[in-house]
């Protein structure tokens, strides 16, 4: 049986099949549609049908993208409305009074995605500790229904105050207006988060109303595309916690997709890492419009529990409460548009050139230089063998391009060319060390993971100017968020806010809590409770601070291991620890996981010679160095055991890996390239 995926990038839209029986693999890459994502992953699959693919033999189909975050950050999404507590439908407005710029003091806080007329109050109250101050009145749900049909809204959030602790009244308010407005897409919070902070609990609620009839539309577009392409099979998305989740469940709650391609790449960098028997691994994707970073330590993702959609030095963004690989982006892929800022300088990106008009190069009428083509100009890129020669590219055209560039800097195209890729590769030098060294990782113990379109080209000068202790370039390093899709398990993320001492007295409430997020994950799954991994953490503090650190904890486990472990992870966290301090209990953290087998990784043959890999030499500009004569391979013929030195040029189908001199790659059996500094 065969398992596709798919990932709709920014430029391009990349499909993976994995034959579970004979372990071929097939590969598809189109150009992304961004009017209609669906139409890009159905292009990808008849590319792949070129190949052999048969898709009647697929039996499970994984997709991701970025729908979601592309219609909150483009406000694309729909017309919707909130109804809240009575006296409390500013929450939203208000905000928080925390700034990430502290003394920028023309801070303005974001602008609620719900305008104030379309915010209403409903009479009812439940306090803290999820007791019923005032009974909900049922004839203002009815009346808050007349004024949410009369303003034209396809969206409502159900935000009441502490509904985390008791959501009796907003689960019986939200079924009124479900019958009371059936062509209206009701969202209440307690379906989404039962975690405490009412700001950010009800933002999570206003954006993922927001989205969710796009994502319902989307998804049913795609399904249908799907089962016209001939795909029966069970259909699932890529979760932001780099779990699983069928259409069904993905529609009920769109934010878990918030961050979902770059998540895919993330899970195949732990199964990479498992295959090279390493637990610590940094992350790189360089695509074509963005670089993304993350860090996995012993074997897991780091997930961010404070994640905020379109924070930015000067902006305090907008929080969700749901479970986000810790992610750092910024704007510098292979299409990010070069230009000369107001100082006279080079910038790269944000704005990139995507995939219509696309880089100079590509000969869609594009004219802004890109990263792209400075990899031309400097002989990384091979015009004719792009894109496993697909696509043509043309020189002149990137020359052209950056012929302004080069006349403003006072240096020659190539010159310029060089040192564009010097600045792109130095801003990714700094998101690196934001997931490593600003969060107290050093480098140095980690291996790191290349992959993307345009990673492979920078990983060897990243890898150095980190000193990782070796850099690897996974197969089909252009497909790899695809690819690692395939490698994610179905999974949900349940938390619950219940504020207790950790002492003797409530300590048999941790085993309680965790009981009952575990029966809850075994019912939605469907499955009996053996076939589920569970992971338990609690976000603790000490008594009297306002923040928590999460503690990964067996539930079974004794009062003073419990404590041990809170005081050690708050050490590490904070470098100090109150042994004589009480401890607080906040959020209990469920991961659960259906126990499902991953994909295999295949072996090369280790047959042939690596002189049957050389398809030529190219001259190749690196750095401010001169140039230098690099023996270019084809990596599709490089056999396992083969090892060679910089500098070099590895091109394949989808990316081309440049080794510096003074650099040793060697491939090991799955066909990993595993870069490393000679002695």
Known sequence: MIKVATDAGGTFTDLVAFDETSGKIYLGKAL?????PSQGVIDSIIQSRDTGLSTAEVSFFVHGGTTVINAITERKGVRTAIVTTQGFRDVIAIG???????????????????????????????DAKGQVRTPLSRDSIDAVAKLVEAAGVEAVAVVFLHAYINPTHEAVAAARLRDLLPNIAVTASHEISRQWREYERSNTTV???????????????????????GLTCPCYCIQSNGGLADFGTA?????????????????????????????????????????????VRDGQPILRPDYKLEWSRINPGYPLQVPVIDIVEIGAGGG???????????????????????????????????????????????????????????????????????????????????????????????????????????????????SGGGGPMHAAKLGRELEVKRVVIPRYAGLFSAWGMLTARPRIDLHRTRLLPLDARSFGAVRETFDELEAEAVQRFGVSKSAVLFDHAIEMRY??????????????????????AFHAAHEKTYTF???????????????????????????????????????????????????????????????????????????????????????????????????????
């Not at 990430?100 to 974001?110: A, E, F, Q, V």
């Not at 954006?207 to 089962?227: F, H, Q, T």
């Open 32 to 36: 992304t549609t961004p009017k209609d």
């Open 96 to 126: 928080r009074g925390n700034r990430p710029d502290l003394y920028n003091l023309h801070s303005k806080s974001p602008e609620p995605f719900v305008p104030r007329h379309l915010r209403f109050e409903a009479a009812e109250r439940i």
């Open 207 to 229: 954006l993922s109303a927001y989205v969710k009839p796009i994502i319902e539309r989307y998804l049913r577009n795609l399904g249908g595309a799907l089962n016209g392409a």
């Open 251 to 295: 529609e009920g709650s769109p934010l878990v997709l918030v961050e979902s391609g770059p998540a895919g790449g993330v899970a195949g960098s732990v199964r990479v890492g498992e295959a090279l028997g390493e637990t610590n691994v940094l992350y790189l994707d360089v695509g074509g419009t963005t670089a993304k970073c993350s860090l």
């Open 336 to 450: 990010s548009i070069v230009q000369i800022d107001e100082t006279g300088g080079i910038k790269v990106g944000p704005q990139s050139a995507g995939a219509d008009p696309g880089p100079a190069c590509y000969r869609r009428g594009g004219k802004d230089p890109t990263v792209t083509d400075a990899a031309v100009l400097t002989g990384i890129v091979d015009p004719h063998r792009f894109a496993g020669g697909r696509i043509k590219l043309d020189p002149q055209l990137s020359a052209e391009a950056f012929a302004p560039i080069a006349a403003t800097l006072r240096l020659s195209v190539i010159a310029a060319a060089q040192a564009v890729i010097s600045l792109a590769e130095a801003n990714m030098i700094n998101a690196l060390k934001l997931v490593t060294i600003q969060r107290g990782h050093d480098p140095r113990d980690l291996t790191m993971v290349v």
């Open 543 to 564: 008594v009297g601070q306002e923040h928590t650190v999460s503690t990964r904890l067996d539930p079974r486990a004794e009062l003073q291991a419990a404590l041990a």
């Open 577 to 679: 620890r109150l042994d004589d301090t009480g401890v607080e209990l906040v959020t209990f953290h469920l991961t659960a996981e259906i126990d499902s087998p991953r994909i295999g990784m295949p072996e090369i043959s280790t047959s042939g010679s690596i002189d049957e890999a050389i398809v030529g030499r190219r001259e190749l500009h690196v750095g401010d160095r001169d140039p230098v004569l690099a023996i270019v391979y084809d990596r599709d013929r490089l056999p396992a055991g083969a090892s060679f030195t910089g500098p070099a040029l590895v091109e394949e189908a989808t990316a081309t890996t440049a080794v510096l001199p003074g650099q040793r790659v060697s491939i090991d059996r799955f066909g990993l390239l595993l870069i490393e500094e000679r002695e």
